[in-house]
Structure formats: structure tokens, C-alpha cells
């Protein structure tokens, strides 16, 4: 094989590489390639998605909210029963001191 050869092959591999390169960059491209309807769908599915994440805060301010609300309520209801059972405490205590009294006076009388 002689220098003009060389070149010859050279240059038919380097353009055989070229063409290869150019019909892989043309195939990807048309493949790659975003129709307009498909943008279109992806801003309304974006749109979408934002409202979606609004409504979730929303949702979760309201429950956070609501969760407070039920706290204090617990606790206010909490406080109330503590008292009430403190009272019937009170109420036993003081009963039983009272049945004790009449138990001591009908025991004198009897």
C-alpha cells in the first residue's frame, strides 16, 4: 500500500466516521424532539401539579389549625374533670365525715 493509498482509506474511513456521527446526531434529534402539543400538556400538567401542592398547604394549615383547636379543648376538657373528680373527692370525704357524726350521735342516744 503506497502514500496515495493511505490517504485514500484515510480520508473513507474519516468520512464513513463523519456520516456515522452526523445520521446518530440526526437520529437522536428526531427522536429527542418535544411536539408542541406535548409542551403544551406539560405546562397544564405543571399548572396542575401547583395548584395540587396550594391545596396540599391549605390542607395542612387547616389541619394544623384544627389540631390546636382540639388541643385546647382537650386540655380545657382535661381541667374540668380533674376538678369534678376533686369536688367528688371532697363530696366522699366530706360524706363519710357526716356519716361518721350521725353514726357517733345515734350511738350516744342508743
Not at 17 to 22: E, K, R, S, T
Not at 46 to 53: D, G, I, R, T, W
Not at 75 to 82: C, F, K, P, V
Request: proline share 0%.
Amino acid at each position: 500500500m503506497n502514500r496515495m493509498q493511505l490517504t485514500f482509506a484515510t480520508a473513507i474511513v474519516l468520512f464513513l466516521a463523519f456520516g456515522l456521527g452526523w445520521l446518530a446526531h440526526w437520529l437522536l434529534q428526531r427522536f429527542t424532539r418535544v411536539a408542541g402539543g406535548d409542551v403544551s400538556e406539560m405546562d397544564h400538567l405543571a399548572q396542575s401539579l401547583h395548584e395540587a401542592e396550594e391545596a396540599r398547604d391549605q390542607a395542612i394549615l387547616y389541619l394544623e389549625a384544627r389540631e390546636a383547636e382540639l388541643l385546647g379543648q382537650l386540655s380545657s376538657t382535661d381541667a374540668e374533670l380533674r376538678a369534678a373528680m376533686e369536688g367528688l373527692r371532697d363530696a366522699r370525704a366530706e360524706s363519710e365525715g357526716l356519716k361518721a357524726y350521725i353514726e357517733q350521735l345515734q350511738a350516744r342516744k342508743g
